[in-house]
């Protein structure tokens, strides 16, 4: 495959105005009441005097409303630069779909451009991060046009060995001027924030492997990890308005690191640590871990989450939230914290089939147990529980107990599928209306036959779905959990290799 160079991206890109999303309360920041004297002023062939202009900077991989300005005479309005702190990528939302991006600093910027001809007909005339990049943007249109009849020829069916090597080779030509004309910015201009921008998109150089690794490819992928974010200065919050720095992240996150619990939580927070001189980074990093964890589907993902929202909101550190936003965030934390994978859960004690007999979770003496909580009516569950049959058929002779909570609330369908479906063998418990009437709930927690969070195992296990299964050690701690019964089969199976391998 012939290789791809950066090139920036020229594109109208939606606008988020809304207040009600996460990133919509980190972006924020008012271009009025912190304005620097400096002026942005813009001239643009082809619009019409009295056009709205709308001022946008990228915050990550979004892009939100800044400013507006009124079109005068000649194509011309400005706007006033916002501060330099608040530097980074920005554009100019015209109408046709026209955008023109630009690299703010804080500084003055005077630009000309013709409506029908963008990015080309782009004149900078004051600004020197905006100059550099659509010189930029010039050089890498000029190798677009030498690579297109490259690419044409390398789909030619019909082409040889040899002149594919001859392509891959000019190809290689091309790489190496973009890489020297990459090189000679970071030279002459490294002090400048688009120097910094370039540094970002490109890809560490990983030496070879020692002749003495016994595994070349592995030490690369150690190598290229490692060397992942030296291009990035952390301490520069002006990056967080430029999309490329969230793409390092997001690749970062669901790509380069392993998509284990703790080692993302050694990772992250090494990160995290980095931004802790610049509070816009700090607060985008946070944000961005925080709740790429609390989304991921990746099992006992959660257990960063938690651990992130102890550490940086509910110590006080999250301070571009108020207190409402906080309060949702710790308590999301809060309903997660009883189920986290490595973690004991709470002892559950629930009457049994009889509705009589109260059975308590930590009394269940298996090597593995499988709290599963599932509904009768749920159509999943229907499909589900035939199958933890079987699984318990097979694995309660080598260990396995199962206990299944009925989330009907009321017992008849709960006990009239057990019935049809000859679910046996398992233990069986329930609440029922009676139980958690106030009255009632009260006396059987003072008499300690129950507990308050057996009661409420809904909230306990967070149940918005079911079916839902924990599967646990024989301390009750939390081995593997949002797993279907051949998943449990497959890790009940490696558990027990592990075992006998120690």
Same mark, same amino acid.
């Given at each position: 495959m012939l290789s791809f160079f950066f090139a920036p991206s020229i594109r109208r890109t939606s606008i988020c105005t809304s207040l009600l999303t996460a990133a919509a309360v980190l972006c924020g920041f008012s271009v009025v009441s912190a304005q620097s004297d400096a002026m942005l002023r813009f001239q643009i062939e082809g619009l019409a005097e009295g056009d709205t202009i709308y001022l946008a900077n990228y915050y990550?991989?979004?892009?939100?409303? +800044?400013?507006?300005?009124?079109?005068?005479?000649?194509?011309? &309005?400005?706007?006033?630069?916002?501060?330099?702190?608040?530097?980074?990528?920005?554009?100019?939302?015209?109408?046709?779909?026209?955008?023109?991006?630009?690299?703010?600093?804080?500084?003055?910027?005077?630009?000309? +451009?013709?409506?029908?001809?963008?990015?080309?007909?782009?004149?900078?005339?004051?600004?020197?991060?905006?100059?550099? &990049?659509?010189?930029?943007?010039?050089f890498i249109q000029d190798m677009r046009?030498?690579?297109?009849?490259?690419?044409?020829?390398?789909?030619?069916?019909?082409?040889?060995? +040899?002149?594919?090597?001859? *392509?891959?080779?000019?190809? +290689?030509? *091309?790489?190496?001027?973009?890489?020297?004309?990459?090189?000679?910015?970071?030279?002459?201009?490294?002090?400048?924030?688009?120097?910094?921008?370039?540094?970002?998109?490109?890809?560490?150089?990983?030496?070879?492997?020692?002749?003495?690794?016994?595994?070349p490819q592995l030490w690369r992928y150690y190598k290229f990890r490692d060397m992942f974010w030296d291009r990035v200065d952390f301490s520069d919050g002006r990056l967080v308005r430029d999309?490329?720095?969230?793409?390092?992240?997001?690749?970062?996150?669901?790509?380069?690191?392993?998509?284990?619990?703790?080692?993302?939580?050694?990772?992250?927070?090494? *990160?995290?640590?980095?931004?802790? *001189?610049?509070?816009?980074?700090?607060?985008?990093?946070?944000? &961005?871990?925080?709740?790429?964890?609390?989304?991921s589907q990746v099992m006992c993902m959660d257990k960063v989450f938690v651990d992130l929202v102890d550490r940086y909101y509910s110590s006080g550190q999250a301070d571009w939230l108020n207190e409402e936003q906080l309060k949702k965030v710790t308590d999301r934390a809060e309903d997660l914290r009883y189920s986290l994978c490595g973690n004991r859960i709470p002892n559950i004690i629930l009457p049994d089939t009889t509705q009589e007999n109260w059975v308590s979770l930590y009394d269940v003496e298996a090597e593995y147990t499988l709290v599963s909580i599932w509904e009768s009516t749920c159509g999943h569950c229907k499909k589900e529980m035939p199958k933890l049959q079987e699984l318990y058929e097979e694995w309660h002779p080598k260990g396995l107990e199962i206990y299944a909570i009925g989330n009907d609330f009321e017992p008849e369908p709960w006990l009239k599928f057990l019935r049809e479906k000859d679910i046996s063998g398992w233990i069986h418990v329930s609440d029922n209306p009676q139980v958690n009437a106030a009255d009632s709930a009260t006396a059987l927690i003072r008499a300690g036959t129950t507990t308050l969070q057996s009661l409420n195992f809904r909230t306990t296990f967070d149940v918005f779905a079911t079916p839902k299964m924990f599967l646990l050690d024989k301390d009750k701690r939390v081995i593997a959990k949002q797993v279907g019964a051949e998943q449990i089969g497959e890790i009940l199976a490696r558990e027990t290799q592990l075992k006998s391998n120690q």
């Open positions: 990550g991989n979004k892009m939100y409303y +800044a400013d507006t300005a009124v079109v005068g005479a000649k194509g011309k &309005f400005e706007y006033p630069s916002p501060p330099a702190d608040k530097g980074g990528k920005y554009g100019l939302v015209l109408p046709e779909n026209g955008f023109v991006e630009m690299v703010l600093t804080g500084g003055p910027v005077a630009l000309k +451009a013709d409506l029908t001809d963008l990015p080309a007909s782009v004149e900078v005339s004051e600004g020197l991060d905006t100059e550099l &990049f659509y010189d930029y943007l010039a046009e030498k690579r297109a009849p490259i690419d044409s020829r390398a789909q030619d069916s019909t082409i040889t060995e +040899a002149e594919m090597a001859q *392509l891959k080779q000019d190809m +290689a030509v *091309l790489n190496l001027q973009v890489e020297a004309e990459q090189d000679r910015i970071q030279e002459e201009y490294g002090h400048t924030l688009f120097a910094k921008m370039i540094k970002m998109v490109r890809e560490p150089e990983v030496p070879e492997a020692p002749m003495d690794v016994a595994n999309p490329a720095l969230h793409n390092l992240l997001d690749q970062y996150w669901n790509g380069i690191m392993p998509q284990l619990p703790d080692t993302a939580l050694v990772e992250v927070n090494k *990160l995290i640590a980095q931004a802790t *001189l610049d509070p816009d980074m700090f607060k985008y990093l946070v944000h &961005f871990f925080t709740f790429s964890a609390e989304k």
